[in-house]
């Protein structure tokens, strides 16, 4: 059970990944050919990992998460100390 919940929300990840970079536009336009050498066991880890089965799918969705990523910790980071602190939340 625990294993096809996994298997599920990585599906979901990706589809919701790839759905947010084509609302983006950053699936249309122009193609550009990427070349790269890579360890094949990282390839490989990614592809079980992510489900994905095609090189090119796989570089597609790793880029899209990259390029959509919205740097919460470093913008959490950056309010420090932007609370007072005798600031009293009524806990």
């Not at 609302?23 to 070349?35: E, P, Y």
């Not at 090119?56 to 910790?73: C, H, P, R, S």
């Amino acid at each position: 059970m625990r294993a096809t919940l996994t298997a599920d929300l990585t599906i979901r990840r990706r589809i919701s990944v790839v759905a947010a970079a084509k609302d983006a536009g950053l699936l249309s336009g122009d193609n550009s050919h990427v070349g790269a050498r890579l360890p094949r066991r990282l390839v490989d880890e990614a592809k079980a990992r992510s489900g994905i089965t095609s090189t090119t799918d796989l570089v597609e969705y790793a880029l899209a998460k990259v390029a959509l990523e919205d740097n919460f910790g470093a913008k959490l980071d950056a309010r420090k100390g932007s609370i007072p602190s005798d600031l009293e939340f009524g806990f």
